[in-house]
């Protein structure tokens, strides 16, 4: 497991992650039904990892979380009034075409955040992900490495209650890979609900603390970690735990 | 970055204000192709600025554009070359008073190897008639212009029917008709002052000249003040009275290309 | 020598004639001020347009591009219509003025500058919409943040702008009238001294526009790519 520094924790936050149910939540495009119907709760502590096969929904689940999508049926329902905050980051981060503080301070002006805090926040953020020297870096220069930690202090300086990622290491080597899963549970540390998505089995394993598995749109199983890894219940999750190649 | 931005935006204001910054007097002539092109406005314009003040502003057209900008109230002043248009305009209404200026003439243009011997012509119409019975190439403004008119009435005198594979149809000013017929080798009729100004030549020579009905009258008009009250009548009486003043008639006889004189003061 | 346009239009350049010289002034202000306008109105244009989804988008987005190749002398009817003493706008007393040089070419220009953006702003939309969305940004949020983030691409548009501004004639002829001294600009001067057969004379202006565009093109192209590299 990977070493945990204790960040500063904002315990009120910690206690009272957001709960996040789908109530018989499906998707369909041109007629075509690419996920669901699927109920679940996701009300642990988590991080909550998103595993299957490519393909198999994960992240459509995402995006109908988030609420980058609607659903065709069902609903999205979080415990608190209202949505919560959320960040979500990307595979490929979407960086704007300017300097990688600028990238922040505009994520911030956006969340009407006030100008004074704007540049204080930001240059927290990026001294926390270990980019301060290059803030005045064209965003779109920086190695993916760096642009996916920007896009994880972009989400930092925001503060999500829940922050989703997809598949955010896949394009990355191994330093960065665990860069980004250490931020991941910084974010987690901090009391924010962790929806990921991953196809790599290590990593679900270093990471989760449950585990929702979908195959062929639906979703298969929503156990803790240990039970998953140990004894999955599915057909679909023991073939995909065993490495075999699942459709 | 917000500076440059700023900078920026300074600078277009400015632009803006400094694009009106005609504060003088003014008026608006709308006035012949012919005249712009010789020169002649270049000439007396400075003149008539120094004496009276008054900015005059030339858009120089053709003589039917040039009516019918002063029928829309679109200019101040009037100075073209069709006698009668101008006669049927103030008897329309449009204008209260017309006046003879000057008078230049027009001359035949043609290839210097001459097909259809307009040389040995002895009057306009004998000339006209040539060129369509050789079936000269023979380029026509074809843009309702006091020229073209003019013109127009020549064919007809001398009994001409018009037909396409000869006579060309520029739709086009003075200047340009020149450089298209220089360029085909056709003739072409032109008022003296546009041909003697004239650069680009190449072939083609003074053919025809001295015909009375040659004779090419310049006019100035005052518009209708019930009509247009809207325009600076006081200003362009003053631009016309000189005109026709002693001062107005010895700066037109004044200019002169290459030494010869183009325009005639007859305003009596 | 005398006859050669190169030879005329170096002399041009080197005498600093001041007639020469107010009339390049007048070019270079009429257009840009026309460019500049058409920008502040065309780029948000074409950025709601790329951003909106409404009854007749399509419509008008066909009309925008086909508007690209209005002809100018149609764009200086128009506006000649409009500003003549017996139009709708004669009261304003713009005709045969600059103003009316720069509103026909804010016509001309303005369908450019929003067709090419909206093109541009779409594409850039494509890929940051999730973020956006993410972020929680409104439509009307989107905008700035994509015309900002097009910056490179929409200077390339504002010079296609300034391109066909610069060149055109018909419009500022008809509503400009040029009038020596007022309403005179390059490529006006250019038809009358070609009216006039000094061939030589209008193509050495013809060259001193032409440097004068390059060298603005040239400008723009630089400052590009310095904050380019600066701001990625």
Redesign the interface.
């Known amino acids: 497991m990977t070493s945990l520094h204790t960040p500063c924790l904002d315990t009120s936050v910690l206690l009272t992650p957001p709960a996040l149910s789908f109530h018989g939540v499906s998707f369909s495009h041109d007629e075509k039904l690419l996920l669901g119907p699927c109920s679940f709760t996701l009300d642990g502590i988590g991080p909550t990892l998103v595993m299957g096969p490519n393909g198999a929904g994960k992240s459509l689940l995402l ?1 109908l979380a ?3 999508l609607s659903p065709t049926q069902g609903r999205v329902v979080w415990s608190n009034e209202g949505a919560p905050r ?3 980051v ?1 595979q490929q981060p ?1 960086l ?4 990688a503080l ?1 990238n922040l301070t ?2 911030l002006a ?2 009407n955040v006030s100008r004074g805090q704007r540049v204080k926040l930001a240059h927290e953020a990026l001294d926390r992900f270990g980019l301060s020297a290059c803030r005045h ?5 920086l190695s993916g490495g760096q642009q996916q930690r920007l896009a994880l202090a972009r989400a930092w300086a ?1 503060s999500p209650q829940v922050l989703f990622l997809d598949e955010p290491t896949s394009a990355l080597d191994p330093a960065a890979i665990k860069a980004v899963e250490a931020a991941v549970l910084d974010f987690h540390l901090r009391g924010t609900r962790i929806v990921m998505t991953t196809h790599d089995l290590h990593q679900a394993r270093r990471l989760a603390g449950d585990v929702l598995f979908l195959s062929g749109g639906k979703v298969r199983e929503h156990t803790p970690a240990q039970a998953f890894f140990n004894s999955p219940v599915s057909r679909e999750a023991q073939a995909f735990v065993a490495g075999e190649l699942v459709e | 970055m917000k500076k440059t931005l700023n900078l920026v935006l300074a600078s277009i204001v400015v632009m803006g204000l400094s694009l009106n910054t005609h504060a003088r007097d003014y008026i608006i002539l709308a006035s012949t192709t012919s005249t712009e092109n010789s020169g002649l406005f270049e000439s007396i314009l400075p003149k008539f600025e120094e004496v009276a003040g008054i900015e005059v502003r030339v858009v120089a057209v053709g003589t039917g554009q040039a009516f019918e900008l002063a029928r829309r109230g679109d200019a101040d002043s009037l100075l073209v070359h069709d006698t009668a248009g101008e006669q049927r305009f103030v008897e329309n209404g449009y204008a209260t008073e017309r006046t003879d200026v000057m008078y230049n003439d027009f001359v035949l243009i043609g290839p210097t190897n001459d097909p259809a011997s307009v040389r040995e012509a002895k009057t306009a119409a004998e000339a006209f008639a040539s060129i369509a019975k050789a079936k000269a190439a023979f380029a026509s403004r074809g843009d309702d212009s006091g020229t073209n008119r003019a013109e127009l009435r020549l064919w007809e005198s001398a009994g001409v029917e018009l037909v396409r594979d000869w006579y060309r149809e520029l739709g086009s000013g003075m200047g340009p008709t020149l450089n298209t017929a220089a360029a085909m080798d056709a003739y072409v009729m032109s008022d003296r002052a546009t041909w003697v100004a004239f650069g680009n030549r190449q072939n083609l020579t003074l053919l025809f000249e001295g015909d009375d009905v040659l004779f090419n009258q310049y006019g100035s008009l005052l518009l209708s003040e019930q009509r247009y009250p809207h325009l600076k009548h006081e200003l362009a009486r003053q631009w016309h009275s000189w005109l026709i003043s002693e001062d107005g008639q010895q700066a037109i006889a004044d200019f002169k290309v290459n030494g010869q004189q183009l325009f005639f003061p007859n305003a009596n | 020598m005398e006859n050669n346009a190169f030879y005329v239009a170096l002399s041009l350049l080197l005498s600093l004639d001041s007639s020469l010289i107010q009339i390049v002034v007048l070019s270079l202000q009429v257009s840009l001020m026309a460019v500049s306008i058409a920008a502040v109105l065309g780029f948000p244009l074409g950025a709601a347009v790329a951003l909106w989804q409404f009854p007749g988008r399509g419509g008008v987005i066909v009309i925008l591009n086909a508007l690209m190749g209005l002809p100018p002398v149609v764009a200086g009817l128009m506006v000649y219509l409009l500003l003549s003493r017996a139009g709708p706008l004669g009261e304003w007393g713009l005709l045969f003025t600059p103003g009316a040089m720069v509103i026909a070419q804010v016509i001309l220009v303005l369908p450019i500058l929003a067709a090419l953006s909206r093109q541009k702003v779409e594409e850039m939309l494509g ?2 919409r ?2 956006f ?5 409104s439509r009307s ?1 989107m905008m700035p ?1 994509l015309l ?2 097009a ?2 691409a929409l200077l390339t548009v504002l010079l296609a702008g300034f391109g066909r501004a610069s060149a055109e004639v018909g419009a500022v002829m008809m509503v400009g009238g040029n009038i020596d001294g007022v309403t005179r600009v390059m490529t006006t001067a250019i038809v009358l001294e070609t009216g006039k057969g000094n061939l030589p004379l209008a193509l050495g202006l013809g060259i001193v526009l032409l440097t004068l565009v390059m060298l603005i093109n040239a400008g723009a192209y630089m400052i590009g790519e310095l904050s380019r590299r ?3």
């Open positions: 995006r988030h609420g980058l959320q960040a979500m990307f979407v704007l075409r300017r300097s600028a505009h994520a956006v969340n870096t064209p965003a779109r220069v925001l | 890929e940051y999730e973020q969305v993410s972020l929680g940004m949020r943040t900002w983030d910056r490179f600066r701001t990625g």
